[in-house]
Nanobody, 124 residues
Framework: QVQLVESGGGLVQSGGSLTLSCQFS????????LGWFRQAPGKERKFVAA????????WYTDSVKGRFTISRDNAKNTVYLQMTSLRFEDTAVYYC?????????????????WGQGTQVTVSS
């Protein structure tokens, strides 16, 4: 049974920074790929970033490249999303997802387990 708990969201001014954390528990964290997705009000959940079993295998949606960094700490069973140069359009609920490694990490419907989400609000 996998459990994911996100934290680190909040209110920040445009241009500011936040780091989200996702604590993973239940089974062997090192065997899972992790993804961050976000969902704005009235919109579908969209891919933000993903990291494979290997810490060097990362993917980003174009709008966050150069601003966001995904990383994982297998000793702490935690995945992070460092967000810099935040923009108003980054405002959303951010969700952490976990799944088996492989192709399709940018598709939310391939993830089996999800956290409850953490709100990120960027004021313009």
């Amino acid at each position: 049974q996998v459990q994911l708990v996100e934290s680190g969201g909040g209110l920040v001014q445009s241009g500011g920074s936040l780091t989200l954390s996702c604590q993973f528990s239940g089974v062997d964290f090192s065997n899972y790929a992790l993804g961050w997705f976000r969902q704005a009000p009235g919109k579908e959940r969209k891919f933000v970033a993903a990291i494979g079993v290997s810490v060097v295998a990362t993917w980003y949606t174009d709008s966050v490249k150069g601003r966001f960094t995904i990383s994982r700490d297998n000793a702490k069973n935690t995945v992070y999303l460092q967000m810099t140069s935040l923009r108003f359009e980054d405002t959303a609920v951010y969700y952490c997802g976990a799944r088996a490694p492989g192709t399709g990490l940018t598709y939310y419907n391939t993830y089996r387990d999800w956290g409850q989400g953490t709100q990120v609000t960027v004021s313009s």
